[in-house]
């Protein structure tokens, strides 16, 4: 059996959604639909987590999957960093030291991409938005540019506080990563 460690936020958690709607559970229903191989995807975020907090609780992360490696880990966090305006130089920090510590242990990361609220200005989007693809680049990890691609700003997709996913949401995210992990899976 395939395992994944979905590491992150209340985007990954699940905040506001009920059981069966959060990204961990329709995600594993959509590979139980699209893959011919068992997975399991196993649900490590923490909501209001920073990346600062993720980094300080990666090993928690990592301890429901044998010897602490799975076949891949889906790393989404920073979303917290930004709506708090933390320095984005720690974010990257964090971020890249998170996906050191995986490509040390040979696990594979998708590094799941945030934006910076448009509110904190262009210049800390500047510094913001490479984060993720600058770490990808240097450990040759899959990226995926923004997590909530085609669902954030659109109220429709999310609950009324705007920022996290409704169930209709979190299945635009999965169908469209979804092939993503599928393929990683694969290789």
Same mark, same amino acid.
């Given at each position: 059996? +395939?395992?994944?460690?979905? #590491?992150?936020? @209340? =985007?990954?958690?699940?905040?506001?959604?009920?059981?069966?709607?959060?990204?961990?559970?329709?995600?594993?229903?959509? +590979?139980?639909?699209?893959?011919?191989?068992?997975?399991?995807?196993?649900?490590?975020?923490? @909501?209001?987590?920073?990346?600062?907090?993720?980094?300080?609780?990666?090993?928690?992360?990592?301890?429901?999957?044998?010897?602490?490696?799975?076949? +891949?880990?889906?790393?989404?966090?920073?979303?917290?960093?930004?709506?708090?305006?933390?320095?984005?130089?720690?974010?990257?920090?964090?971020?890249?030291?998170?996906?050191?510590?995986?490509?040390?242990?040979?696990?594979? !990361?998708?590094?799941?991409?945030?934006?910076?609220?448009?509110?904190?200005?262009?210049?800390?989007?500047?510094?913001?938005?490479?984060?993720?693809?600058?770490?990808?680049?240097?450990?040759?990890?899959?990226?995926?540019? #923004?997590? +909530?691609?085609?669902?954030?700003?659109?109220? @429709?997709?999310?609950?009324?506080?705007?920022?996290?996913?409704?169930?209709?949401?979190?299945?635009?995210?999965?169908?469209?990563?979804?092939?993503? !992990?599928?393929? =990683?899976?694969?290789?």
């Amino acid at each position: 059996m +395939l395992e994944i460690v979905a #590491f992150g936020d @209340s =985007l990954t958690a699940g905040y506001g959604l009920a059981p069966g709607e959060g990204f961990t559970d329709q995600l594993q229903a959509w +590979l139980d639909d699209n893959m011919t191989r068992g997975v399991r995807v196993i649900n490590a975020g923490v @909501s209001g987590d920073t990346s600062s907090g993720g980094r300080a609780r990666l090993d928690w992360g990592l301890a429901p999957v044998k010897d602490g490696k799975p076949d +891949l880990v889906i790393l989404e966090l920073g979303a917290n960093d930004g709506l708090r305006g933390i320095d984005p130089t720690i974010t990257a920090e964090n971020i890249d030291a998170m996906v050191k510590e995986l490509a040390e242990r040979e696990v594979t !990361v998708l590094i799941a991409g945030m934006m910076a609220p448009p509110n904190l200005g262009g210049e800390y989007a500047r510094v913001f938005n490479p984060i993720y693809k600058e770490a990808a680049e240097k450990y040759d990890m899959p990226l995926y540019p #923004f997590f +909530l691609d085609g669902v954030a700003a659109d109220a @429709s997709l999310n609950q009324s506080d705007g920022m996290h996913p409704n169930a209709e949401g979190v299945k635009i995210v999965v169908d469209k990563i979804g092939p993503v !992990v599928k393929k =990683l899976l694969a290789e």
